[in-house]
């Protein structure tokens, strides 16, 4: 039977340390029972889950993941996982916020959250060879997590960005040459970082573009060159990503989930659903793999 989605903000897990509405270490099994893992998760924040060991899996969105020894994991704000282990985990979770990875600017666009981020694998599996590098990288930064002194907050943000910049080289998904510094690379960030915001309200081009003070063909055309898809497209692959999230992980019905992105017509919502899947919501609920 389907859950409803518990929202997880960082001041909910840990209410001491100074850096608790933006940045937090646990031991992952500390964090499982802190929280309720039979129910799926939302986080207002990232999270990169660093097993040392274990057996298990986890749904993220609506893929199937297993767990297991030396995998990391990591989690965008906003995205749906449910963990199901075997065993006791051993490890560690990351969590921050935006505006703390952002807290030291390096003048390095690359390593923007919007930017690094934005190209982060959803997980690695760590080789035996780097593996005593990436835990020193993050045992450094436990190390001055529970240390707090002058200019801690400053060395964990620059240590958490070295350790992000190790984790996308893992997994080889990007060089320097593949993510562009320009203004259009910029706008296009800008671009999806609106849709993110405004997805339920707006699904055409137009009210971004004037929020981005273009016309909607100059951003439709930026937006194809940049990601190669259609400003719309990429407007709907986020109303149909949280429609999928919501069908797969909460108990609303159809004509709510409807409602809850902003249409105000059930069969509207139906048939823009079907144009990207091929089938219905009630369909795709039912054959997903999260029963």
Same mark, same amino acid.
């Given at each position: 039977?389907?859950?409803?989605?518990?929202?997880?903000?960082?001041?909910?897990?840990?209410?001491?340390?100074?850096?608790?509405?933006?940045?937090?270490?646990?031991?992952?099994?500390?964090?499982?029972? @802190?929280?309720?893992?039979?129910?799926?998760?939302?986080?207002?924040?990232?999270?990169?889950?660093?097993? @040392?060991?274990?057996?298990?899996?986890?749904?993220?969105?609506?893929?199937?993941?297993?767990?297991?020894?030396?995998?990391?994991?990591?989690?965008?704000?906003?995205?749906?996982?449910?963990?199901?282990?075997?065993?006791?985990?051993?490890?560690?979770?990351?969590?921050?916020?935006?505006?703390?990875?952002?807290?030291?600017?390096?003048?390095?666009?690359?390593?923007?959250?919007?930017?690094?981020?934005?190209?982060?694998?959803?997980?690695?599996?760590?080789?035996?060879?780097?593996?005593?590098?990436?835990?020193?990288?993050?045992?450094?930064?436990?190390?001055?997590?529970?240390?707090?002194?002058?200019?801690?907050?400053?060395?964990?943000?620059?240590?958490?960005?070295?350790? =992000?910049?190790?984790? =996308?080289?893992?997994?080889?998904?990007?060089?320097?040459?593949? =993510?562009?510094?320009?203004?259009?690379?910029?706008?296009?960030?800008?671009?999806?970082?609106?849709?993110?915001?405004?997805?339920?309200?707006?699904?055409?081009?137009?009210?971004?573009?004037?929020?981005?003070?273009?016309?909607?063909?100059?951003?439709?055309? *930026?937006?194809?060159?940049?990601?190669? *898809?259609?400003?719309?497209?990429?407007?709907?692959?986020?109303?149909?990503?949280?429609?999928?999230?919501?069908?797969?992980?909460?108990?609303?019905?159809?004509?709510?989930?409807?409602?809850?992105?902003?249409?105000?017509?059930?069969?509207?919502?139906?048939?823009?659903? @079907?144009?990207?899947?091929?089938?219905?919501?009630?369909?795709?609920?039912?054959?997903? =793999?999260?029963?």
């Amino acid at each position: 039977m389907k859950q409803d989605i518990k929202t997880l903000q960082l001041n909910h897990l840990e209410k001491v340390h100074a850096l608790k509405n933006e940045m937090q270490i646990l031991p992952i099994a500390k964090l499982f029972e @802190k929280i309720d893992i039979q129910n799926p998760l939302r986080n207002r924040f990232y999270a990169v889950f660093l097993f @040392k060991d274990a057996t298990g899996s986890v749904v993220i969105d609506d893929q199937m993941y297993e767990v297991r020894k030396d995998r990391f994991f990591f989690l965008n704000y906003n995205q749906v996982y449910q963990f199901s282990p075997l065993s006791e985990p051993e490890g560690f979770v990351l969590l921050f916020t935006k505006s703390f990875y952002n807290y030291v600017y390096t003048g390095n666009k690359l390593i923007r959250s919007d930017t690094a981020l934005a190209t982060m694998p959803q997980t690695i599996d760590i080789k035996a060879s780097f593996r005593n590098e990436y835990w020193q990288n993050f045992e450094a930064i436990r190390r001055e997590f529970h240390n707090t002194r002058l200019f801690s907050k400053e060395i964990i943000c620059m240590q958490l960005k070295i350790f =992000i910049l190790r984790f =996308i080289r893992a997994a080889k998904t990007t060089n320097r040459r593949s =993510i562009a510094t320009d203004h259009k690379k910029e706008t296009a960030e800008k671009f999806a970082e609106l849709v993110n915001q405004h997805y339920k309200q707006f699904k055409t081009t137009a009210p971004y573009a004037e929020m981005l003070n273009l016309t909607p063909n100059y951003l439709n055309t *930026l937006i194809k060159d940049q990601m190669a *898809l259609s400003a719309g497209r990429l407007i709907k692959n986020r109303v149909i990503l949280e429609a999928e999230r919501l069908l797969l992980h909460s108990t609303l019905s159809v004509t709510e989930i409807s409602y809850e992105l902003g249409f105000t017509d059930n069969s509207h919502f139906g048939k823009y659903f @079907k144009s990207v899947n091929h089938m219905s919501p009630k369909l795709y609920r039912n054959q997903s =793999i999260v029963g």
